[in-house]
């Protein structure tokens, strides 16, 4: 059983630009491909975990979803990094897509999709991390038995001083790079 981070993407480690459309609007942070790359060489599974309402929206399709994440994988992998998985939430109750329109279980703070990833790729969350720019990305860490990592980047810097009740992380870090480095230092 492997231990993973649990990644978000938007603010965490590409750009924050609200709903993402099209992948030439993709900016990963400099530093990405070397953090994830070290976290590889470690033996730590880095599976993307994210929120893409704009699907229920009808800002754009799961097609195009897609599209991006072919765009991020094919810039990590010229820094000789890989993510091990990508998966989404499309859906958000408040959506005008009927199919995405629903209450999920996927949508984070939601444990759908790690429980997938703990399926699929031998996982054990107990070993595992989540890193984020939002307090979901803390409470699903908190969920799983994770260690929950807040990163100041995207909505992280406001998020950190907005503090919901009952939520802490187990560290916050500047930015990715601190991330990777907290998690080589503290994994187990
Ligand atoms: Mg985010
Ligand atoms: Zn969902």
Redesign the pocket.
């Known amino acids: 059983m492997s231990a993973a981070v649990f990644l978000?993407?938007?603010?965490?480690l590409i750009e924050?630009v609200g709903y993402l459309d099209r992948p030439e609007r993709i900016a990963l942070y400099p530093y990405a491909a070397d953090s994830i790359r070290a976290m590889n060489r470690a033996g730590i599974r880095i599976v993307m975990v994210t929120n893409q309402s704009g699907v229920a929206r009808g800002f754009f399709s799961e097609a195009v979803v897609e599209e991006c994440h072919r765009h991020i994988e094919a810039i990590l992998r010229q820094g000789g990094a890989h993510l091990d998985a990508y998966y989404y939430c499309p859906h958000h109750p408040d959506g005008r897509v009927t199919e995405y329109a629903i209450s999920c279980d996927c949508r984070k703070p939601g444990r759908a999709l790690v429980d997938r990833a703990v399926r699929e790729l031998r996982i054990d969350p107990e070993r595992s991390f989540t890193v984020?720019?939002?307090w979901v990305d803390i409470s699903l860490a908190r969920t799983i038995g994770a260690r929950g990592i807040l990163v100041r980047t995207?909505?992280g810097a406001g998020e950190e001083h907005k503090r919901p009740q009952g939520v802490s992380a187990d560290v916050v870090v500047d930015n990715l790079a601190g991330a990777a480095s907290w998690i080589l230092a503290n994994s187990r």
């Open positions: 978000d993407r938007d603010g965490t924050e984020g720019d939002r995207g909505y």
